[in-house]
């Protein structure tokens, strides 16, 4: 049985203060050890919100990492640099920075195999813009996204990634895939991971939907049979991400 993982991508939002604040409020409305539960503050709020879930259920994750262990490689961050603090996960190739910062399917996975390397969970980001989705080439497209993220990926290792589905056209815009269009693309996810790897790796990774997840539309996303969870943006921002965790 795979184990439901919801998770905060709070973006560029939040000084430290802020996000003290937003996961002091989160703390005691999420009470389960049911469901795995990640926010990714940025790099800069990191330390404070570390400080801040000790002794709770909820882990911490990162939003980007670079590739390489350190070097000339101004305004990037080394894997290493967020294990050393306790960083647990590492969202990787999010629309937004494939759209705004150049990463391609090669560079995640680069990140994907660095970040497995140091035993950080990836959370690698696959989807479709609208324009993809009108021409019926979204299962095209996430099946060689998630290939090439996973290529090099061992079987075991592969295992504890999470592939996080977002249709680019969901994001921040309120409209939400459907529970069948996210459940069609989440199962398709799996069967390519099984196709790689083995039916048994396919069961035991763990696929979110993201995209205009709400606490409205939470429970029945995450109860159709292949969506593990959620990467939750907008409403992780606010006292909602407990409900939706809480689901
Ligand atoms: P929204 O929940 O704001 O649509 O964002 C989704 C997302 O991009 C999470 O990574």
Redesign the pocket.
């Known amino acids: 049985m795979r184990k439901k993982i919801v998770a905060g ?1 709070w ?1 560029m939002n939040k000084t430290p203060k802020q996000a003290v604040e937003l996961v002091n409020s989160l703390k005691d409305k999420i009470n389960t050890s049911a469901v795995d539960v990640v926010v990714c503050p940025t790099f800069v709020c990191l330390q404070a919100v570390l400080e801040a879930v000790k002794g709770t259920n909820i882990a911490v994750g990162a939003q980007n990492m670079y590739f390489e262990e350190n070097g000339a490689y101004t305004g990037e961050i080394s894997p290493e640099m967020l294990t050393s603090m306790g960083v647990k996960y590492v ?1 990787i190739g ?3 920075r494939r759209q705004y910062f150049a990463e391609t399917n090669e560079t995640v996975n680069k990140k994907t195999l660095k970040a497995i390397e140091h035993k950080l969970i990836p959370i690698v ?1 696959v989807g479709e813009s609208l324009a993809e989705r009108e021409q019926g080439i979204t299962i095209d497209l996430v099946r060689l996204q998630t290939k090439i993220a996973l290529k090099d990926v061992n079987k075991e290792d592969a295992k504890n990634v999470v592939i ?1 589905y ?1 249709p680019i056209w ?4 309120g409209k939400t895939a459907t529970n069948e269009q996210a459940e069609e693309v989440c199962k398709a996810i799996r069967d390519v991971v099984s196709e790689i790897y083995d039916v048994e790796t396919g069961d035991a990774v763990r696929v979110q939907y ?4 709400n606490a409205g539309n939470a429970n029945a996303l995450f109860n159709m049979g292949n969506i593990d969870g959620g ?6 921002l606010k006292e909602e991400f407990a409900s939706i965790v809480n689901y």
Do not use: D, R
């Open positions: 991508n973006k969202i999010h629309s937004e980001c996080a977002e969901a994001i921040g815009t993201g995209g205009s997840v990467l939750v943006g907008g409403a992780s």
